[in-house]
């Protein structure tokens, strides 16, 4: 459709800082990336960044009322290493592959086999 994509690496770097599992989760399935497609392209030794992390719960704080689970819509301000994360991500993508699916003909969940990059594909109009 002539639309530029973002370059992967960093859509996948900004997921990972911003701690949005699910969202890298479909990344990770929607392009079938490897463990190795990340050690090549986001510099996992670093961790989480803390301080996007403080900053983003005082937002949460400031506009939620509290409650006994108000601290679940929070993220993690611990400064966990990210290599961990990615692979944890990366190697359960057959686990995410639901029933309705053959498992035999998806790599992922959104990846079938011989499925080829996704971007390359020419899509309809309707």
């Known amino acids: 459709m002539g639309l530029p994509y973002p370059k992967l690496e960093h859509l996948a770097k900004s997921l990972l800082e911003t701690q949005r599992w699910v969202d890298l989760e479909d990344l990770v399935d929607g392009m079938n990336?490897?463990?190795?497609?990340?050690?090549?392209?986001?510099?996992?030794?670093?961790t989480l960044n803390v301080d996007y992390a403080r900053k983003?719960?005082?937002?949460?704080?400031?506009?939620?009322?509290?409650?006994?689970?108000s601290d679940l819509m929070e993220i993690n301000e611990d400064p966990a290493r990210l290599r961990p994360i990615w692979q944890e991500i990366v190697r359960n993508k057959k686990q995410r592959i639901g029933d309705e699916l053959p498992k035999d003909q998806y790599l992922t969940r959104f990846f079938p086999v011989d499925g080829g990059d996704p971007r390359l594909k020419r899509r309809t109009v309707f």
């Open 56 to 69: 983003k719960n005082e937002k949460i704080r400031a506009t939620v009322s509290e409650t006994p689970f």
């Open 33 to 46: 990336l490897s463990e190795e497609w990340g050690e090549q392209h986001l510099d996992l030794d670093r």
